[in-house]
């Protein structure tokens, strides 16, 4: 079988490279020994479908000191179905990132783990090992599909979880690549299986399409050919009423549907959602997936399979900023895309299922599976797993991953479920997470549990602001304006990135913080708590020296128009962009942000124990000494 694309057009140096590439292998296989501490411009091109990144170190500091040799290490990324970490590939990363990378490891919001900080001669070791202990790096870049996302619950209860999960596998597996070319790179040809593919799966990849248009163009690759696809491609699979995969920012997303004996009758689908874009280009765009029907079970890889052929067959190959799914979603809308994918995919799609609607929800905390075992929750701010003075994540991870051998689920929104917990166990369990300052999730200040960022600086070559290390800092910074104005109380989704591209989904969140320029960044207002809706931009470059002056006009307009019980977000999607903007500017600070007559100042001596516990109250809410006693009298006295 030949590879032919449709609409053979000009192509960009990548596209000619895959195509060259002999299906992935060239020219990593010749560089990887070649002496040298980093792959050229070809080869990471192609590294990138074997799971890892080359980063240059772009700490800010460091790059002012002219003269210095780049110093070149590699990212590398996990495989991870539905989240899912066997407890001896947990150990197996953990001793990686201390041998060979930066000892932390990096939860991402697609439910895999990264290792930053590998050096190029040691790549394929670690490569191996990760393999040889249940796990897998292929397939989690690149322009292939990608990691695929299932809520991390294991509810044993709720047969439309296990569904999730399953389908989560059998997905990865159905569109993960043929060639060997992982095997014959990292593992000198040894094919290291930890359980066989499912026979419909098999089946399934390997059958040709019933639609005029072909969806198997290869014998290699059936559905990639030589070229695999113009970019990246996202799946996720939800259950109804629980948006913690964020469906609709996934290039195709699927929701379980279940008949009345709880038995598997097919998914609704969504299709074109995405979220990358550039500053200052109208031509990228962010996008929220549509639905376009139900489909049986018995169909799903032949509907899935048409519909990356579509993106396969359509995507731009020529402009790679405009290569996503979601363009041609945007540029056909759903009729044409319809009329298309019957091509690929002739049977017509059924009315979608009714579903509730959609709830983002962490799983922090305990939680009973529903078969007499219990998981916890654990927060894992900004995704990173390391061991600081006043957290010992990584060391609580790993001491109980040792003792309990229990499995690991990571999240899509960067924390991890620990699971399979029997109930004579918790208390050891909750015992070490103690010990080792883990919060529990009703210490956490509420900003920091439902906030994300992306790594950033100093590993991330296309950063241009602060992200990671920042948003701490932030994130106090708006509690104590929040505290001042009389809104302690409240919270929302927050989320930072530094550049536009999009990796922690800010386009999503309530108050959002792009990268634009160093130090200064791009924000999005009013997208919804449950992910639900997309923010809109409001201001193009906020400097983070000017954050109080710019957040506190929409702070008090929201404290003091807000409907009952209305959310930051909704409430600045329900006023629009441009009303809050004229709102901003017409703003004069007020000389007693609470709006209460200025108090006069009495003197009042507290014991020395009293002042200690203050102290350290300011310290942990960023607030000022006056307002955190102002707080404990009002609750205290009423």
């Known amino acids: 079988m030949t590879n032919t694309l449709i609409n053979p057009v000009k192509v960009s140096k990548v596209e000619v490279l ?27 091109q192609i590294l990138k479908f074997h799971g890892s990144y080359q980063q240059k170190y772009r700490d800010l500091d460091k790059a002012k000191n002219k003269g210095e040799e780049a110093q070149y290490t590699m990212m590398l990324r996990t495989r991870s179905p539905g989240g899912v970490i066997p407890w001896q590939l947990y150990l197996a990363l953990d ?19 990264q290792i930053h900080g590998i050096l190029k001669e040691n790549l394929k070791t670690v490569i191996a090992d990760i393999t040889r202990n249940m796990g897998s790096t292929v397939g989690a870049c690149g322009d292939i599909n990608r990691n695929v996302m299932a809520p991390a619950v294991p509810f044993k209860n709720k047969p439309e979880y296990a569904y999730a999960r399953e389908y989560a596998v059998k997905i990865a597996d159905f569109l993960a690549p043929q060639a060997g070319a992982y095997y014959d790179i990292w593992l000198d040809g040894e094919v290291a299986v930890t359980s066989s593919e499912d026979r419909e799966v098999v089946e399934a ?21 030589t070229q695999y696809l113009p970019r990246k491609f996202k799946i996720a699979i939800a259950v109804a009423g629980d948006n913690s995969v964020d469906l609709y920012t996934n290039d195709l997303a699927l929701v379980v549907i279940t008949d009345a004996q709880n038995q598997l009758e097919g998914f609704n689908v969504y299709v074109g959602g995405g979220l990358g874009r550039a ?34 067959d359509y995507g731009d190959r020529h402009n790679r900023r405009h290569s996503r799914f979601k363009h041609i979603l945007h540029e056909w809308g759903v009729d044409k895309f319809m009329q298309v994918l019957r091509e690929y995919y002739p049977t017509p799609l059924a009315p979608a299922r009714e579903l509730p609607a959609f709830k983002y929800q962490d799983y922090l905390g305990w939680h009973e599976q529903g078969d ?24 609580a991870l790993r001491e109980i991953s040792e003792t309990f051998h229990h499995d690991f689920v990571l999240t899509p929104n960067h924390n991890l479920l620990i699971t399979e917990v029997a109930a004579d166990e918790k208390d050891a369990i909750q015992k070490i997470l103690d010990r080792c300052g883990v ?22 070559g296309l950063a241009i602001a602060e992200s990671e290390r920042i948003l701490p800092s932030i994130l106090a910074r708006i509690r104590k304006l929040l505290v001042r104005l009389g809104l302690q109380d409240e919270t929302f989704i927050t989320r930072m990135t530094g550049c536009p591209n999009g990796c922690a989904r800010p386009y999503m969140a309530e108050l959002a913080f792009v990268g634009s ?49 209305e959310s930051f977000g909704d ?13 901003a500017e017409t703003y004069v600070p007020e000389e007693n942000p609470k709006g209460k007559r200025k108090d006069v100042r009495h003197r009042v001596t507290l014991s020395g124990k009293s002042y200690e516990l203050l102290k350290k109250a300011v310290d942990a809410q960023g607030a000022s000494m006056k307002d955190i006693v102002e707080l404990a009298l009002e609750k205290y006295l009423g």
């Not at 990849?205 to 050919?225: F, L």
């Not at 962010?286 to 376009?292: H, N, P």
């Not at 007499?372 to 060391?395: A, H, M, P």
């Not at 791009?522 to 983070?544: E, K």
């Open 517 to 565: 320029a160093a130090d200064e960044y791009q924000i999005w207002l009013g997208g919804s708590f449950d992910s639900t809706r997309l923010a809109q931009p409001y201001v193009q470059r906020l400097h983070v020296d000017n954050l109080e002056k710019g957040l506190e006009p929409l702070f008090v307009y929201f404290r003091n128009e807000r409907q009952a019980s």
């Open 18 to 44: 895959k195509q060259k590439s002999n299906f992935l292998r060239g020219p990593i296989d010749t560089e990887l020994n070649d002496g040298n501490p980093f792959f050229s411009q070809d080869g990471l």
């Open 205 to 225: 990849r390997n059958r040709q399409g019933k639609g005029s248009a072909k969806t198997n163009i290869s014998d290699v690759e059936p559905i990639y050919g």
């Open 439 to 460: 919060l529990a999730p009703d210490k956490i200040d509420s900003l920091v549990r439902y906030s994300m960022a992306c790594p950033a600086f100093p590993t991330c």
């Open 279 to 312: 500053h200052n280009n109208d031509a990228t765009i962010v996008r929220m997936a549509d639905c376009i029907g139900f489909v049986p079970v018995a169909e799903i890889y032949d509907a899935i399979k048409a519909i990356v052929a579509v993106q396969r």
């Open 95 to 113: 001793k990686l990132c201390d041998k060979y990378g930066n000892h932390t490891l990096r939860a991402t919001t697609r439910q895999g783990f």
């Open 571 to 583: 409430f600045c999607d329900r006023k629009g962009i441009e009303d809050l903007r004229q709102f």
């Open 372 to 395: 007499g075992k219990y998981f916890v929750g654990v927060s894992i701010e900004n995704g990173r797993v390391s061991d600081r003075k006043d957290l010992q994540l990584k060391t």
